[in-house]
């Protein structure tokens, strides 16, 4: 039960794209299509921005998409907002158990 | 509106046990699978338990497999977590999070669970 990889960091500008990756094993993210993305804002609970690899819960910008390509999954966030600036975790199904990666913090200079 | 409200968190000693509730409202809290996460401090997210939504079946994180328990009372609304031989690695926020296959829609606000002597 190893944890997926993410950057420990990622920035951009205001009006930028950024992109957040996390990379597992065939055993979880290469799997299976249930790939998941969180934003959790200081001292807040997780928030469900990303489902099933590209799904978009109701409310979340279309500024967020999500995508998979064999062991990695990708997280890009299109026009950057200073208000994305928050902590990002992807996770996984894997099986009998849920994995998450290690989080990844986006600055929005 | 989905509310989780998690409850129970504490300063135990190490190899103490404490068990946390998670009361549930504003959805048909029987028909869907339940989760506990743990964030230690300063840290990422841990998935630590799941249970079906009759009970039937529960899965666990390697970490806690053997020392924690997760049930649920659907005539009242809560999910548990009875916790047991606790660790100092057990220090962290426990949130309870609605969903299967890690798709999380809906958490609490979390409870904290100090290990300390």
């Known amino acids: 039960q190893s944890a997926l990889t993410q950057p420990r960091s990622v920035s951009g500008s205001p009006g930028q794209s950024v992109t957040i990756s996390c990379t597992g094993t065939?055993?979880?993210?290469?799997?299976?299509?249930?790939v998941s993305w969180y934003q959790q804002l200081p001292g807040k609970a997780p928030k469900l921005m990303i489902y099933?690899?590209?799904g978009r819960p109701s409310g979340v910008p279309d500024r967020f998409s999500g995508s998979k390509s064999g062991n990695t999954a990708s997280l890009t966030i299109s026009g950057l907002q200073a208000e994305d600036e928050a902590d990002y975790y992807c996770?996984?199904?894997?099986?009998?158990?849920?994995?998450f990666g290690g989080g990844t913090k986006l600055t929005v200079l | 509106e989905v509310q989780l409200l998690e409850s129970g968190g504490d300063l135990v000693q190490p190899g103490g046990s404490l068990r946390l509730s998670c009361a549930a409202s504003g959805f048909i809290f029987s028909t869907y699978v339940m989760n506990w996460v743990r964030q230690a401090p300063g840290k990422g997210l841990e998935w630590v338990s799941g249970i079906s939504s009759n009970g039937g079946g529960t899965d666990y994180a390697d970490s806690v497999k053997g020392r924690f328990t997760i049930s649920r009372d659907n005539s009242k609304n809560t999910l548990y977590l009875q916790m047991n031989s606790l660790r100092a690695e057990d220090t962290a926020i426990y949130y309870c999070?609605?969903?299967?296959?890690?798709?999380?829609?809906?958490w609490g606000q979390g409870t904290l669970v100090t290990v300390s002597s």
């Open positions: 996770c996984s199904y894997a099986g009998s158990f849920v994995v």
């Open positions: 099933d690899v590209s």
């Open positions: 065939y055993s979880d993210v290469g799997g299976y299509n249930y």
């Open positions: 999070a609605k969903g299967i296959f890690g798709k999380y829609d809906s």
